[in-house]
């Protein structure tokens, strides 16, 4: 196990970047020799997903995730049933652009009652699932911090992607590991550990202290309160040594120009991670 | 297990009506038939442990908690044993003012190092204990949510609260289950069921979607997206029957009138809890 990273496996999520298009976020990786980029789903829309497809290809990038499926929860069943639609074309996208992930954000509950938006979830992953694993694409669920509970996410820790993940048995699914959304579990490394072959994913960030805003809250790797560099040795343990994306949702970050986030973020990616 | 919950349980923490002061809270609480205050010791403050239980002994009301104790991780020893006698402190104050349950805000860690924070908390717990058991005064530990294990607790589950309780075997500890803090936990109820005759405490608010701000976030019961009844149900269940606290930390309620700010939590204690 490496004390430093290589730059080799760092990516630029989208979102970091999120003022440039898909064009300047390529450009941008092909200048600063990022060899990852991230994509999310809206940002295709700005050339349209062939046109998407041929720029990162004669780039020489290789994609490390879409971003994202999930947001299974919904009051109806048809509305349900729309959403798996959605996600399946997803999955359909992934694997166009050449990535074997689709992040999954799962969705908070439509109401009160989060037993059973837990329990859409696993219905709609159930059903995605044997499409994903048609298609060659995996499934990575993505715990997202606590805080985001009733917003975005009812997946909410380490153990719940796990046992997720463990309830379908297949290599088509597993989990995506974010510091900024589980550096605080007492239990982080008991279920980074028991995760091992399945984890799709690892991000990065930090936690200022305290976030300037509950969405965009994260900084700098080094700019905040997380043991980046214990976590991704942990992550490496267990068996992951895919790229490493660094996905900052930050007012400042996307005010900076594009260069100077990039220059940063390598140098605190060595530093750091 | 009744319905609704009874107002002879509702408790004004003091922190709702912040503008108030003591003096004001406690008027606040007779001409509104509200039986039970929380006091905040900066609170304590601006009329001096003995005026304050004077006060509060001529009203008739009942001191449901004393907030707070805590804050065990420091850098140095010397700092660590500066804060434990000022737990101790605490611990006069609250067995003064004739409340049993002292609540415990445990704090961050000093760096990034989060297990040995943790490792601080009990250390802290266990040199405070034997005051506390000396003095008649209850340590409830009450976990925060994850967002606030960077700058106010390492402490997030009910898991580790139970945890820490556990280890130390003694009437004198236990947890206090905060909503706002806890909703989100897939296993709350596992815990709640856990934690049994150690909850000491049982406070209410609600998760506004999203919340206005990290730290001024909360709502009044009904305006968020907590299943209050079920966990005040849970917590009955547990065996817990004592007070309930009303503890909103807001800026747009601190800044409304504190006599409709009593009003509208009573109509939601008794709609909502």
Redesign the interface.
Known sequence: MKHEPSLERISLNQITTEKWDLKEAINGCVRHDVPWISVWRHKLNEYGLQESKKMIQESGLQVSSLCRGGMFPASSLPERKKRIEDNKRAVDEAAELGTDVLVLVCG??PD???DTA?KWVQEGIEEVLPYAEQHGVKLGIEPL???Y???RSVI??M??ANELTEQFASPYIGVVVDVFHV?????LYYHIDRARESILGFHVSD?P???P???K?RGMMGD????LRRIRQAVEAAGYHGPIEVEIINQAIWDTPGDEVLNTMKKRFVEHC
Do not use: C, Q, S
């Open positions: 908070p509950a009160k009652d989060i837990r911090h606590p805080m509970a009733a917003d909410v820790t153990e719940e550096w605080w579990d007492p239990n936690w202290v305290p976030p805003d509950l969405f809250g905040g309160a997380i043991e």
